[in-house]
């Protein structure tokens, strides 16, 4: 079945500096990708909407120049945390939506900033 | 506005007991549905979708779901838990050709051996 790899799955990082988080679709083409956020013991916030060779759609509240997204190719889109700041730190995972409209998650990358 | 309600936030079950975990969803429009299971430290797995046709759809591990438009509900069963089911299980509604996909805030199935 269509796989997501999302990487890196931990990632611990010191305040004010940035991380990147890839999140691949492996064996389908993904022209349509989603970054969301896992808030404790609550369900997913979807941040931001990544269009293959477009702008990303972010959603209200949340700052695009903090979360740089990029989907350079049909098959990865980027995140990156942009001077990271301690309540940062949280779950992020990335979706893939295939040719039938489903979505594929990735694994989530956990992410610390100290 | 869209938005999914999952009334159960914490349902504890006996092994072999029936479940059935409620979503309703609030959408202007035909929508996509889907149930996503999250086991403790994996990551989210798609147990069954709905995009047209017969609303009773079933799903893997022995999950079903069935569509009421009228109720513009989605509501999740399963006719005897097993241990193993015991998960985290959001609801999720995307409106057909749009991006956003609205998710409820979950329901943590707990199921007692």
């Known amino acids: 079945g269509a796989v997501v790899s999302q990487h890196p799955s931990r990632v611990i990082c010191k305040s004010g500096t940035s991380v990147k988080i890839e999140c691949r679709s492996l064996d389908f083409q993904a022209t349509t990708m989603f970054w969301y956020r896992q808030f404790p013991k609550k369900s997913l916030m979807l941040m931001a909407t990544?269009?293959?060779?477009?702008?990303?759609?972010?959603e209200q509240g949340v700052e695009k120049d903090k979360f740089l997204i990029n989907h350079a190719s049909l098959t990865l889109s980027t995140l990156t945390v942009t001077s990271a700041h301690p309540e940062d730190s949280s779950f992020y995972i990335c979706?893939?939506?295939?040719?039938?409209?489903?979505?594929?998650f990735g694994n989530g990358t956990r992410l610390t900033v100290t | 506005a869209q938005s999914v309600s999952q009334h159960n936030h914490h349902v504890i079950l006996s092994e072999a007991a029936s479940l059935e975990l409620g979503c309703n969803y609030s959408?202007?429009?035909?929508?996509?549905l889907f149930w996503y299971v999250q086991y403790p430290g994996q990551h989210l797995q798609l147990l069954l979708k709905y995009f047209s046709g017969d609303p009773l759809v079933k799903g893997i591990k022995g999950f079903e779901a069935e569509f009421i438009k009228s109720k513009f509900s989605f509501n999740l069963r399963k006719p005897s838990v097993q241990w193993s089911d015991t998960a985290e299980y959001f609801c999720a509604v995307i409106g057909t050709g749009a991006n956003n996909l609205f998710f409820g805030t979950g329901t943590r199935l707990t199921v007692i051996p």
């Open positions: 979706s893939a939506r295939d040719i039938g409209a489903t979505l594929h």
């Open positions: 959408y202007g429009g035909t929508v996509n």
């Open positions: 990544s269009n293959e060779g477009s702008k990303a759609t972010y």
